[in-house]
Each structure stands twice: as structure tokens, then as C-alpha cells.
């Protein structure tokens, strides 16, 4: 008798698949990309077409310097929108925000309004551009909101421009916005993300000016490159654990895994790439410059990477993307999986995030450059990104830390929890030289003079670049590296706008009072950085951060390991920190605490979400199918017995590892059972400790008894697809 129905009808449903029947072709294939690009996106281009000159210019002056927003403007910019939107066939519009869940939210409101004779025309006001009010009580608020007040508002963002999102039937208006509690308190990400673009801006100035610039505005510039899984739909549907949890929490290591290497960049499946080619066309007309795409190491796995924007709209975007790439698979028959950890056993998915800072004349203010002013100017911000990760590691540490994460960081295929900065050989011995104050140098044969030196050629891509660092220098940028696949990077820019943020504000203050005194910016700058180089380097680290010796290095460094979620989040709430975010108007204390108790919140949720999937498996599916085939192996034994031949050891062998490991299974449910039913006292903390340390024990212990049962249960019965099935079947 066939029992697993689900799992055979998977494999028999893949097998039959067939690109043609699908989306054969693109409606898009054949227009110029040129055409296609950004056709969906309010963007400058169609300001300026469509607006009044005067309108045109102060919108741009609020886009490229931040300055406020003239009122007047909203009414003839939310008209133009309206425009444009309508020719293109968008009936609603909707306030696009990104609560405290992680993800984008919605809520349409249609252009029709009555009017006197009965009948419906349209509108879009400047009041309703600028701001909304969702219903906004069910999302995470941390204890700001208590319902009573509950409503929130959502304002427009003029800084990340508008699109038009395509629906085959119909089409929305989507206005990018912050979410606020009517107080004024963050309740999304991205509120903070913009006042900590211009804490960063205002101190990055001081510096600039210094060194004489005309610019008026630093952006903090960003590069995600996003990795993911994909694999079919139907099992994907045979698995509740990836359609609740998102990743598997049973399944024993497949026979052939990502040892042959033979997945990365390899060539990619026919599906997989129409899947990804329509993405993109998606995309590019969204106006997201995707550039890269490639398999990763493990099988299934891809990564796409657009080209760096300002941090802003790049966070927005790497939204869309992951929101587009999950819309688009589904057309293909695939799922998208964003899980930092999908399949145990097989690497996992992160984000390397690519962050640096440029001036509003263009400047990348990372580019070392090829003159001494340039070179001064590049050392002074390169000091200010190191101290600042020397001083606030913990934070970057927090902006990673969620359940999703700890799977992969220190699993030897990402960087571990110990945050520290990769510079390379040649940048390691320009800074050695810097902080001996000018010491002979044996690779670059010179002394190191600020202003008056020219730094030797920085490579671009330097070829000992170090794919086990957290935070690696690679050539004109920062790549932090330890960002889960499934995050926003808006705390991860938030993070580290506002720790170089006050490293500049310090740097600069010094800088100024010198230069007020008169003396030598160069020589200034020469006296400063020493200190601040040997205030940082214990947080320089060129080796491998993979080793064991590197733990116990970074220890006697002094640096923090936190291993966990729950060993990092405390730092959030830390006097420190909280000084840090308040100085600089990104977070005031509350809102530290708000988001301090949502990350507690969610690490708790998440754990016992995936608690209670772990007992529902193994009881439903895991326990039947053993006991079947237990039942199966006894009647044979009984049947060989009623012969009157001979039982052989290896078959009463086989029949008691079974009766073992069930056992060893039913006592592990019941183990779970318990400490998930446990009522914990205490804080938040105590909850999510809770979680960690006794309920996380209780489900791997499960998960063992579990995957030692699929290597030993006829494969006919066993009830969930395998991972060589999903890793290997396209
Ligand atoms: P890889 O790290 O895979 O070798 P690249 O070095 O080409 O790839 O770039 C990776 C990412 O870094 C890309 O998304 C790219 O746009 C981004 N990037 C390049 N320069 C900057 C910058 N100044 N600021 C932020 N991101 C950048
Ligand atoms: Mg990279």
C-alpha cells in the first residue's frame, strides 16, 4: 500500500513539469531595457517633465539635501502622481511602510470619490500624499502604543520615490512612507533610518568642510547582495515546517551534498532562469538596478545583487526585491525560501552588505584616491569607521541578532558572532605606519606623511579579500558580511550611520578647534590618527575568523562574543547605547526599549512557533510512519517465524534499533511537550532565555530521534520529502 501520497505526488508533479506549459513567454522580452527601466517609478525624470519648475526644484531640494517639505508643494505633486499613476491603469493607492514585523505593509484606498451629482470622480489630495492613517493596532509597537492610542500614521518620504505596482487586475499607487505613533514615536524602520542618514550627514560634513569641500549633503550608500534558496512548490506544500517556520526542522543529510562543489556559478536551471529573468524585468521596471546573478554554494541556491544606492532607497528596494522574487517563483512553481538556514547541514543564506558614505558631488568618501588630499581625507574617514566598530561592535552585533540568524553565524560558512574588520595586508600596513607615527615601512619603503604622502594603490579587489570576516574593507567600501538573508538592512544601516556618526562628530570637533587655533589641518590630522588607531586595533583582524584560535584571541582582545540573540540583545538597552541612539536623535530611550522588547518578543514567538511545529510533525507524521513500518518488520519476523526458519539476528537487529529509536523519539515529544507547556516568570528576557536554553535542547533532541528514523523507515512510508529530493529534483 502507497501511503505517502503527498510526497510521491511532489515528486511525480515535478517530474512532469514543463517550462512551456507555464509562462512561456515574457511580455517584456523583446522592449529595450532602456524602455523598460524605472517605467513604473515616479522618478526625477518624470518630475521634471510633469511638475511646475518651482514645485520641480523644491521637491528636489527636499530629495537631495533633506530640506523640509513646503506644504503648498503636496497639492500639485499629489495631483501630477495621480496623473501619471491613472494613465498607467492605477485605480487605488496605498501608503507603503515597513513595520516592526520585518516586512512591507499596505492598505489601498481607492482614487474615486462621490461627488455632488451622484457620481464618482477622482482624487488624491496633497493631505492624503503627505499622510495616511492605517489601522495600525496590530502591529508590534514594543509597548508604545497602548490600544487605546492605538492608531498610528504613516508619512510620505518624498526621498524614495513612488511606484506603480501591477497586478493582473489592476494596478496601485505606492507611496513610500515612515510610520509614527500620533506621540511621534518610530514604529517602522524606516524612520530611524532616515534620522540616522542625517546624524551621519551632518557630522560627515564637518569633516568635509574641513578639508574644504562644497558639498552639502552625505548619503550613506548601500549594496545588499541577497542570496536565497528556491525549490519546487510541491514540496515545499508536503512540508508544514518551511510553510510555517520557513525552514526545515527534520531531515537527515542527503548522500550528496555541496561537497563537490559543483553548484556554485555553475550553469544555472532552465526554470530557475526564466524564474529570474522575469524577476528582474519585474524589477527594472520598479526601477531596482539589478546587475549580478549567480548559483551560490549550496544546491538551490542563487544570489542576486543590484548596484548601490543611496542606503535609503536601497533598503526600499532590497524590499521589493525580496518581496518580487517570492511573487515571481510562485508563477514558476517554485518557492522562494529566505531563511538564513534552511536545510541543516547545507550553507545557509545571508546578505553582504555593502556600505559606504559619498557626498552629494559624488564623492565616494571610502575611495582612497590618488592624491595626498585625497588620501588625508580617505584616512580620517577610514579612522572614524574603525574606531566606530571598535567603540559599538555589541550594536552591530545586535542590528544581526534574531533567531533566524544564530543558525548561521559561527557555523563556518558565515562569519562568527565576534564582530571585528577585515583591511587586507596593504591598508593593515599604511595604518601600522600611521599609528608609529611615520616609522619606516618595509613594504611601501617610505614614511607615512598626512597630506604630503601619496598612499600606495589601494587594489580594488584585493586578492587575499577575506570571505570570513564579518566587516571586510574591499577597496572603497565596507561589506558587512554577517546580515541574515531574511532582514531588513535598514538596522544594519541604522547601526552603523550612527556609530561612524559619532566617531565623526568627535573627529571633527578636534579637527575644528586645532584648525581655530591655527595650526595644520595635515598635521592635525597626523597627530589624531595614531590615537584613534591604537584605541581601535584591537578590532583589526586579517586571519581566518573561522579558527578556534581566533575565539580565543578576540577573548583576550577583549572583544564580545555573543553567541546567541539572547547573550547580544541586553547590549541594545545598554547605557551606552542609549546615550548613543539619544545623542543623535535616532532613537530616544523609549524607542530603544520598544524595539528592545519586539526583537525579545519575536525571538520568543519564533522559537515556539517552531516548537509547536516540531511536536505536530513528529507526532503526526514522523511517529505513524515508524510505527508502520515497525508493525511491518514484525510481521515479517512473525511470518519468517510461522515457516519455521530461522530468524536472522540482523532482522530482530533492525527491529529493535526501530523499537529503540521510537522510543527515543516519543520520549523526546514528550520532553518538548513539557517545557513548551512550562509557564516562565520574569521579563521578556527571562521568556526569550527561556526559549534558548530550554525549548531550542528539547526540539533538536526531537529532530535527532527524528532523522535517525528517515535513515532507518522504508522509503515508501516515510512522509516528508527528503533534502536530497528538494535540494536535487528541479
Ligand atoms: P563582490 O563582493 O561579489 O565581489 P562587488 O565588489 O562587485 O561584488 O560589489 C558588491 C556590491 O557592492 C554591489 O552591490 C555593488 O553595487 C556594491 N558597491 C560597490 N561600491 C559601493 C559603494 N561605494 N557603496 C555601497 N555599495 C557599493
Ligand atoms: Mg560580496
Not at 576 to 581: D, G, R
Amino acid at each position: 500500500m502507497e501511503h505517502s501520497t503527498a510526497r510521491q505526488n511532489a515528486i511525480n508533479a515535478i517530474t512532469s513539469w514543463s517550462t512551456k506549459g507555464h509562462r512561456p513567454n515574457l511580455k517584456e522580452k523583446h522592449k529595450p531595457l532602456r524602455e523598460l527601466y524605472a517605467s513604473n517609478v515616479f522618478n526625477e525624470e518624470v518630475m521634471r517633465t510633469r511638475l511646475p519648475d518651482h514645485v520641480f526644484k523644491a521637491l528636489r531640494n527636499t530629495i537631495k539635501k533633506g530640506a523640509p517639505l513646503d506644504p503648498t508643494v503636496a497639492d500639485i505633486v499629489a495631483t501630477a502622481m495621480r496623473e501619471w499613476a491613472m494613465e498607467r491603469g492605477a485605480t487605488h493607492y496605498t501608503h507603503w511602510f515597513q513595520p516592526m514585523t520585518g516586512l512591507t505593509a499596505e492598505k489601498h484606498d481607492s482614487f474615486l470619490a462621490p461627488n455632488d451629482g451622484g457620481q464618482a470622480i477622482s482624487e488624491f489630495r496633497g493631505s492624503e500624499l503627505v499622510r495616511g492613517e492605517p489601522d495600525a493596532s496590530s502591529f508590534p509597537s514594543g509597548g508604545i502604543r497602548a490600544t487605546f492610542e492605538a492608531r498610528g500614521y504613516t508619512a510620505w518620504d518624498p526621498t524614495s520615490p513612488a511606484f506603480i505596482l501591477e497586478n493582473p487586475n489592476g494596478i496601485t499607487l505606492c507611496i513610500p512612507t515612515a510610520f509614527c505613533s500620533w506621540t511621534g514615536e518610530a514604529l517602522d524602520k524606516k524612520t530611524p533610518l532616515l534620522r540616522s542618514m542625517d546624524a551621519l550627514s551632518n557630522q560627515a560634513l564637518r569633516v568635509l568642510k574641513l578639508f574644504g569641500s562644497k558639498a552639502s549633503r552625505v548619503h550613506t550608500t548601500a549594496g545588499p547582495e541577497q542570496e536565497y534558496f528556491l525549490i519546487d512548490k510541491n514540496f515545499y506544500y508536503a512540508r508544514p515546517d518551511l510553510i510555517n517556520a520557513g525552514r526545515t526542522l527534520f531531515g537527515a543529510k542527503p548522500p550528496k551534498g555541496q561537497e563537490m562543489e559543483d553548484h556554485y556559478f555553475g550553469s544555472i536551471p532552465e526554470r530557475v532562469l526564466a524564474c529570474m529573468l522575469e524577476t528582474e524585468t519585474e524589477l527594472y521596471k520598479l526601477g531596482v538596478p539589478v546587475k549580478t546573478r549567480h548559483n551560490e554554494v549550496a544546491p538551490s541556491q542563487y544570489e542576486i545583487a543590484p548596484i548601490f544606492e543611496n542606503a535609503n532607497v536601497a533598503t526600499d528596494h532590497n524590499m521589493l526585491v525580496m518581496e518580487t522574487m517570492k511573487r515571481i517563483a510562485d508563477r514558476y512553481g517554485l518557492q522562494l525560501l529566505l531563511h538564513e538556514k534552511p536545510f541543516a547541514g547545507v550553507n545557509g543564506s545571508g546578505k553582504h552588505l555593502n556600505w559606504s558614505m559619498s557626498d552629494d558631488l559624488g564623492n565616494n568618501l571610502l575611495k582612497p584616491g590618488d592624491t595626498p588630499h585625497d588620501n588625508a581625507q580617505f584616512l580620517v574617514y577610514l579612522a572614524a569607521v574603525l574606531r566606530a566598530v571598535a567603540k559599538h561592535g555589541d550594536l552591530l552585533r545586535v542590528a544581526i541578532a534574531y533567531a533566524g540568524n544564530d543558525h548561521r553565524l559561527g557555523a563556518n560558512e558565515a562569519p562568527p558572532a565576534i564582530i571585528s574588520v577585515f583591511l587586507g595586508d596593504m591598508l593593515q600596513d599604511i595604518v601600522d605606519q600611521i599609528e608609529k607615527g611615520g616609522a619606516k615601512s618595509t613594504k611601501t619603503g617610505g614614511t607615512m606623511t598626512v597630506g604630503v604622502s601619496v598612499l600606495p594603490t589601494l587594489p580594488r579587489d584585493p586578492g587575499d579579500r577575506n570571505r570570513t570576516s564579518p566587516f571586510a574593507f574591499t577597496g572603497n567600501k565596507f561589506e558587512f558580511r554577517a546580515v541574515g538573508s531574511s532582514q531588513s538592512i535598514s538596522g544594519p544601516n541604522i547601526v552603523l550611520n550612527t556609530i561612524v556618526a559619532e566617531s565623526l562628530d568627535e573627529i571633527a570637533t578636534v579637527l575644528e578647534k586645532g584648525v581655530a587655533a591655527g595650526k595644520d589641518l595635515n598635521s592635525e590630522i597626523q597627530a589624531l590618527l595614531p590615537k584613534l588607531i591604537a584605541e581601535s586595533k584591537q578590532v583589526i583582524f586579517n586571519g581566518d575568523n573561522y579558527t578556534e584560535a581566533w575565539h580565543s584571541e578576540a577573548e583576550k582582545r577583549g572583544l564580545p562574543n555573543r553567541r546567541s540573540t539572547i547573550d547580544s540583545l541586553p547590549d541594545l538597552i545598554s547605557p551606552k547605547s542609549i546615550a548613543l541612539f539619544g545623542k543623535y536623535g535616532v532613537l530616544s530611550e523609549r524607542e530603544v526599549h520598544s524595539r528592545y522588547e519586539i526583537l525579545l518578543e519575536n525571538y520568543k514567538k519564533t522559537v515556539n512557533i517552531e516548537s509547536q511545529l516540531t511536536i505536530q510533525i513528529a507526532k503526526r507524521m514522523i511517529l505513524p510512519a515508524s510505527l508502520r513500518y515497525q508493525s511491518e518488520v514484525a510481521q515479517a519476523i512473525a511470518n519468517l517465524k510461522a515457516t519455521g526458519a530461522a530468524v536472522p539476528k540482523t532482522q530482530s537487529a533492525l527491529l529493535s534499533e526501530l523499537v529503540t529509536t521510537i522510543e527515543e523519539l516519543e520520549t523526546a515529544i514528550d520532553v518538548l511537550e513539557e517545557v513548551s507547556e512550562h509557564h516562565v516568570d520574569g521579563d521578556s528576557l527571562s521568556h526569550a532565555k527561556y526559549s534558548h536554553d530550554k525549548i531550542i535542547p528539547a526540539m533538536n533532541a526531537v529532530r535527532t530521534a527524528g532523522d535517525k528514523l528517515e535513515g532507518l523507515v522504508a522509503d515508501d512510508l516515510w512522509p516528508l520529502p527528503t533534502y536530497q529530493e528538494m535540494l536535487f529534483i528541479k
